[in-house]
């Protein structure tokens, strides 16, 4: 069975840091593209930020740029993202998702997902 597994999310203070993981388990993922993306009160799914297969490109969303590093493990089957400057306005579920081909921004490009880890930013 296929399971992506998140985790690192808590309660920090503005412009303090978070680092998330996602662990994938039941499949190899290391010819998968990875995201993450997140999801306030309200509000839709939005992307965060995309690493290919091989961890040789990334993306970010303008909103996170310059202060989230998406990476993969070693072992192509974790990938994490560095969270620093964290502002209230980053307070979301945060999911991981894999993709068979390329990553996207868009959440119909992924065929697994996490069920998510909260991040809470107080001001």
């Known amino acids: 069975q296929v399971q992506l597994v998140e985790s690192g999310g808590g309660l920090v203070q503005a412009g303090g840091s978070l680092r998330l993981s996602c662990a994938a388990s039941?499949?190899?993922?290391?010819?998968?593209?990875m995201g993450w993306f997140r999801q306030a009160p309200g509000k839709e799914r939005e992307f965060v930020a995309g690493?290919?297969?091989?961890?040789?490109?990334?993306d970010y969303a303008d909103s996170v740029k310059g202060r989230f590093t998406i990476s993969r493990g070693n072992a192509k089957n974790t990938v994490y993202v560095q969270m620093n400057s964290l502002k209230p306005e980053d307070t979301a579920v945060y999911y991981c998702?894999?993709?068979?081909?390329?990553?996207?921004?868009?959440?119909?490009?992924?065929?697994?997902w996490g069920h998510g880890t909260q991040v809470t930013v107080s001001s």
């Open positions: 998702a894999a993709s068979p081909s390329y990553y996207s921004s868009s959440p119909l490009q992924y065929d697994y």
């Open positions: 690493i290919s297969w091989g961890g040789s490109n990334t």
């Open positions: 039941g499949r190899t993922f290391g010819s998968y593209a």
